[in-house]
T-cell receptor, first 115, second 110 residues
Framework: EAGVTQSPTHLIKTRGQQATLRCSPISGHTSVYWYQQALGLGLQFLLWYDEGEERNRGNFPPRFSGRQFPNYSSELNVNALELEDSALYLC??????????????FGPGTRLTVL | QKEVEQDPGPLSVPEGAIVSLNCTYSNSAFQYFMWYRQYSRKGPELLMYTYSSGNKEDGRFTAQVDKSSKYISLFIRDSQPSDSATYLCAMGSNNNDMRFGAGTRLTVKP
């Protein structure tokens, strides 16, 4: 069974540009999570999508946005890129059962570099 | 105060040593606890997952949870160079909200 996949592996942009990152969850998983992992800062929760809806959002500005498609894949968009947006962006998926969240399984990440 | 505190290390031990990694947390709503291992330039992979207070063992790894003290630990016995990685604690509540520690960087020297 394929795991979580992300594309591209690396992305280089300049300040002010927009970046689009993509994620495909594990088959059968309906929840997708996005995290930012900046050097020395650990994983910071960005967004959670489930069944096409945004369920929760971390403490990030509105220029971080995303969506989930009917096939449960997801896209993260970062507008007006700033130098401090340089980080590893991780996508995770989970199978939500009832009120309890199962564990999240992570993809390999997209390394975004803003010059 | 951060919701989850984890000593970032780095931690360096000789091969065969017992490693102890720890996290504390402040939110009593956290109900489940996990440890992830992350190799350089890779995504985190789940090592241990537990719901209850007490110990859970899996091979050389033991996860310990003390909900009353809001303290979790991961012990690695007979550590190997292949255990060299960053270890992240994570915890979540029933609303699917998860928080991660900053990660402890471990090096096991041959």
């Amino acid at each position: 069974e394929a795991g979580v996949t992300q594309s591209p592996t690396h992305l280089i942009k300049t300040r002010g540009q927009q970046a689009t990152l993509r994620c495909s969850p594990i088959s059968g998983h309906t929840s997708v999570y996005w995290y930012q992992q900046a050097l020395g800062l650990g994983l910071q929760f960005l967004l959670w999508y489930d069944e096409g809806e945004e369920r929760n959002r971390g403490n990030f500005p509105p220029r971080f946005s995303g969506r989930q498609f009917p096939n449960y894949s997801s896209e993260l968009n970062v507008n007006a890129l700033e130098l401090e947006d340089s980080a590893l962006y991780l996508c995770a998926s989970s199978l939500v059962s009832g009120s309890r969240a199962d564990t999240q399984y992570f993809g390999p990440g997209t390394r975004l570099t803003v010059l | 105060q951060k919701e989850v505190e984890q000593d970032p290390g780095p931690l360096s031990v000789p091969e065969g040593a017992i490693v102890s990694l720890n996290c504390t947390y402040s939110n009593s709503a956290f109900q489940y606890f996990m440890w992830y291992r992350q190799y350089s330039r890779k995504g985190p992979e789940l090592l241990m997952y537990t719901y209850s207070s007490g110990n859970k063992e899996d091979g050389r790894f033991t996860a310990q949870v003390d909900k009353s003290s809001k303290y979790i630990s991961l012990f690695i016995r007979d550590s190997q160079p292949s255990d060299s990685a960053t270890y992240l604690c994570a915890m979540g509540s029933n609303n699917n909200d998860m928080r991660f520690g900053a990660g402890t960087r471990l090096t096991v020297k041959p």
